[in-house]
């Protein structure tokens, strides 16, 4: 880059009319664009990391102008993301930190991660985890995605939580309906609940938040102004609740 600088500044001296400083395509004659592109191509010929190196630069600008986006997006949205009372939630009810979880029944990542939020729920005193319910994996996480906010309608979320994300096999209606028994649920009552046009509208509700984010699989993750994508390590999480805990 540096030889690229001097060669450019070799270049004599440009006496620029007046009129051509307000239009920039009259400020070098042809024979001077030419001289310019030349001292471009044999540039990059003798050093091709200058190529690289702006690469580099308008992939970080391009990265640095979509996490300002994400904050935008994340700060338009929080009530609905962090403050919203018909959310099903884990963990403290009086938190210094939310965290938000994107998540499917039926998703293999999300029943790993599973374990992991468990833990940092047990190692992170004051954090509570908004579950937000996005069914994307067939008619199957449709149903177990009603039947788990239906089960928060009766107060019995986390245990039906955890007995959806340890369940083997489908959650089909008769797993799910054994699975209410198991956890203290009105099974009758879950099935007229699940199909209810509440529970309609706060998947719908869920699965706008999820696009406005653009959020493409599950799970993920909101805390603070930090989105994380996919299966993340616990020491991730922390980092991401330490950054978004009150004074940092």
Excluded at 100 to 112: A, G, I, K, S, W
Excluded at 119 to 142: C, D, F, M, Q
């Amino acid at each position: 880059m540096r030889r690229f600088l001097m060669a450019l500044a070799a270049l004599p001296a440009l006496a620029v009319p007046a009129a051509a400083q307000t239009d920039p395509a009259r400020l070098f004659s042809a024979e001077q664009r030419a001289a310019i592109i030349e001292i471009l191509r044999e540039a990059l010929r003798t050093d091709p990391s200058i190529l690289a190196d702006a690469i580099a630069a308008m992939q970080a600008a391009e990265q640095d102008l979509e996490q300002a986006r994400l904050r935008d997006t994340i700060a338009a949205n929080a009530e609905a993301l962090f403050r919203d009372p018909g959310d099903p939630s884990l963990g403290a009810e009086r938190a210094a930190v939310t965290l938000v979880e994107f998540t499917d029944y039926r998703c293999p990542y999300c029943r790993r991660m599973h374990p992991v939020v468990a833990e940092l729920l047990r190692r992170e005193p004051g954090v509570r985890v908004v579950v937000k319910e996005i069914p994307i994996l067939g008619p199957a996480s449709v149903l177990a995605a009603r039947a788990a906010l239906a089960a928060h309608a009766q107060g019995r979320f986390p245990a039906f939580h955890d007995a959806l994300m340890r369940l083997r096999g489908e959650p089909d209606e008769a797993a799910l309906l054994q699975l209410a028994a198991e956890t203290g649920l009105d099974p009758v009552r879950l099935q007229r609940d699940m199909m209810g046009e509440a529970v309609t509208r706060r998947l719908n509700a869920n699965l706008q938040l999820a696009q406005a984010l653009g959020i493409q699989g599950t799970p993920a993750y909101v805390v603070g102004e930090t989105l994380l994508a996919g299966a993340v390590p616990l020491e991730r999480l922390r980092e991401a609740v330490a950054a978004a805990r009150p004074g940092r």
